[in-house]
């Protein structure tokens, strides 16, 4: 028989209720895309059922707003920005850890710095320097202080520094270039690092309402997050449902992913210093 | 051994006549050995290393190192750690420019080369395998390298043109010819990470021949296995050597290895070559009295020795020996352990106290106190039966009398340099050394 004692009791109870307050928005926000109008703020005497609730408010997100279009655009900033990132910051970091340059230090400590940087500070000059470009209100004006992350160079920068260099060498007797080297031998290696580097990025970008509500003003190039603040202002008050449909068509591809990718993730984020 | 030695002795003997024309600078002997090789065959493949430096910052870490190395030799550089010969490794191999100096492969200077222009294979010591390629990915990528081209290369080339096609399934075949002896067959389709250590060592090797490299590199291949599998894979590095008969440079800190598979071995020690010959000649006339302390499974015996005119004392104990060209003063006298013989009747040189005996089998080792002639613990290596014959009416314990044997006294300098004299035993110095005994 088990011994009873209060430690793992209490320990659940404190992680539950911590669990709790972090699952009970958007408990909240589900329920609420699942019911009718009114329903929401009390009791409704002759309440339609649940499913007629769910494909009215899911269908209106869908078809009778621009929600799609949203997505859209959020999955071509995001991919944009995560594609451009993977291919700036590999190449960067592989040169910085396995190269000896002049400068190399200063370079690396420039990377660290920048990452103690808020977007805040540098926003006002970027939105200038695009203003100048023309660059306002399209997608590259969202994308373009992103094409580099500082955490990336850092996290990458870590993982290849504990990459065997013999194994760098013996490429290039086989007669690999630096590009090859990186293209099939340091990436294929570094998935997992990539893979969690990934879906910080795509987390944060996803979900970024700061920059974008900056340099974004036509409601056809808003991300998703920009979207709901639009549709809010224009639906008013009374059509909850709805936009709690569209809040959570919004937010289920991050939480699909993360569960996809948890494995990899957790394993990417304690890897490094590993080997 | 193979058969490209042969003509590699003749390219070697010309070389030495143009060193031996003492002062020229490098590029000139550089041009002097370009001659003598546009003599021999085209296919050669022998090395010239001439004048090699390499600095790192300050530190100098090879001084003017020059070798030559034959047609299908098996040469080992062998030395402690730091003594700089994994560099002289990396430069042969291109991965690090030289300071100053030039290489040659048959009769091109490879040192303004990039690694891969100079159709060398390496084996390293962690073996350095692709890891998330399978063997036969691993075993393909070098020829992919050499015989397809960049845009060839790319995926889906395969698809689009029949050539590429053609080429692939040539590399596909050579690389099972390559697998099949050396016995990978059945783990083609492995990754690194699920093959023993022996196993990830023959792919490592497969990896190097598939691409059949003029000359092929090994950085201390052996040294991550435990002893059992090291004395087998040695006999098989040792079998491809002969069966290709490739040029094999051979990078290693164990003698015994270096002693067992080498056609010749370069002692390295400072960064410097201290002496290059036949395991042999290493053994029982090292230049160096570093030399002789590195090489012997058994440390040498070294004895501080006074020579006055010709007669040789240990701590005022008289030599049977004599060596009468050399000049007088204090030298170290170092005989290997096997080369100190029990002796019967008057004829010892010294006799010692036994500290310890131990019994390996097919040898028996004897440990002395050495401090009568003036220096550490003496050893002895004997035969079982000859340790029998001894026994018989001794014990371990007591003294047991020594005999240098015939020419195996090295003598060396107050620096450390053999000096060269045929000890000789000639009776009619015997009054000189009455006299000294007095």
């Not at chain 1, 590999?90 to 690396?108: M, Q, S, W």
């Not at chain 2, 059945?186 to 990896?207: E, H, N």
Request: charged share 20%; hydrophobic share 45%.
């Amino acid at each position: 028989m088990a011994r009873f004692s209060l430690r793992p009791i209490v320990a659940h109870a404190v992680l539950l209720s911590g669990a709790f307050l972090m699952i009970y928005p958007f408990f909240w926000m589900w329920r609420a895309s699942t019911q009718a109008p009114g329903e929401i703020f009390g009791t409704l005497q002759d309440a339609p059922p649940m499913l007629a609730s769910i494909a009215d408010n899911y269908a209106r997100a869908l078809f009778d707003s621009p929600l799609p279009n949203f997505m859209l655009n959020g999955v071509i900033m995001t991919g944009g920005i995560l594609l451009s990132q993977i291919l700036t910051t590999v190449t960067c970091a592989y040169a910085l850890a396995k190269f000896d340059f002049r400068g190399r230090r200063l370079i690396f400590a420039i990377v660290l710095v920048s990452l103690s940087v808020p977007a805040q500070a540098t926003a006002l000059p970027i939105f200038i320097v695009l203003a100048k470009f023309g660059m306002l209100d399209t997608y590259t004006g969202v994308m373009v202080p992103y094409l580099t992350s500082g955490f990336a160079i850092f996290l990458f920068h870590q993982f290849i520094r504990s990459f065997p260099d013999e194994i760098l060498l013996a490429a290039r007797l086989d007669g690999m270039s630096e590009v090859e080297i990186v293209i099939r031998i340091i990436l294929p290696a570094m998935m997992p690092a990539i893979a969690a580097f990934s879906i910080f990025s795509i987390t944060f970008h996803w979900n970024d309402l700061y920059w974008p509500m900056i340099v974004i003003r036509s409601i056809d190039l808003a991300p998703p997050t920009l979207g709901l603040l639009f549709f809010r202002g224009q639906e008013g008050g009374d059509s909850f449902g709805p936009l709690m449909a569209c809040a959570t068509l919004v937010t289920a591809p991050l939480i699909l992913l993360f569960l996809a990718a948890q494995r990899r993730f957790v394993q990417g984020v304690t890897m490094t210093g590993v080997k | 051994m193979a058969a490209g030695v042969g003509h590699g002795v003749a390219p070697l003997a010309a070389a030495r006549r143009t060193f031996v024309g003492a002062d020229r600078t490098g590029r000139q002997r550089r041009s002097a050995v370009l001659a003598n090789k546009a003599e021999a065959d085209m296919a050669d493949h022998s090395i010239d290393i001439i004048d090699l430096e390499k600095r790192f910052d300050r530190t100098q870490v090879l001084k003017r190192i020059n070798l030559h190395i034959r047609d299908g030799e098996f040469l080992t550089l062998l030395g402690p750690s730091g003594c700089g010969k994994s560099t002289l490794l990396r430069l042969l191999a291109g991965f690090e420019p030289c300071t100053s100096g030039c290489i040659l492969i048959g009769d091109r200077d490879v040192s303004p080369l990039p690694p891969k222009a100079r159709n060398i294979a390496m084996v390293f010591q962690s073996y350095a395998l692709y890891p998330h390629m399978s063997v036969r990915a691993n075993m393909t990528v070098p020829l992919e390298m050499s015989r397809l081209s960049f845009r060839q290369r790319l995926p889906g080339a395969a698809l689009l043109s029949a050539k590429v096609r053609a080429i692939r399934k040539e590399i596909t075949a050579e690389v099972e010819s390559v697998a099949k002896p050396l016995g990978l067959e059945a783990l083609l389709d492995r990754k690194p990470a699920q093959l023993s250590g022996g196993q990830r060592q023959r792919v490592a090797v497969g990896r190097a021949m598939v691409r059949h490299p003029a000359v092929f590199l090994m950085d201390e291949p052996l040294s991550n296995l435990d002893a059992k599998l090291r004395q087998q894979l040695r006999e098989e590095i040792v079998d491809l050597h002969r069966r290709t008969g490739i040029t094999f440079i051979y990078v290693t800190h164990d003698q015994t290895e270096a002693m067992a598979m080498s056609d010749r071995i370069a002692v390295m020690e400072g960064g410097e070559i201290r002496q290059c010959a036949a395991p042999q000649e290493i053994y029982d006339r090292p230049d160096y009295l570093s030399v002789a302390r590195f090489v012997g499974a058994t440390a040498i015996n070294e004895m501080p020795a006074l020579v006055r005119r010709g007669s040789v004392s240990l701590n005022r104990q008289v030599l049977e020996m004599t060596l009468p060209g050399l000049a007088d003063g204090e030298y170290q006298l170092a005989v290997r352990p096997e080369r100190l013989h029990p002796a019967e009747g008057g004829n010892a040189d010294f006799s010692l106290p036994v500290e310890q005996v131990e019994f390996t089998g097919n040898e028996v080792g004897i440990r002395c106190n050495g401090a009568e002639i003036g220096s550490g613990a003496i050893r002895v290596q004997l035969r079982p039966e000859s340790f029998r014959q001894l026994r018989q009416g001794r014990h371990a314990g007591e003294r047991i009398a020594l005999r240098i044997a015939e020419d195996a006294a090295l003598i060396f300098d107050a620096s450390g340099r053999r000096v060269s004299v045929l000890p000789t035993q000639p009776a009619q110095l015997q009054e000189d050394r009455l006299e000294l005994a007095v």
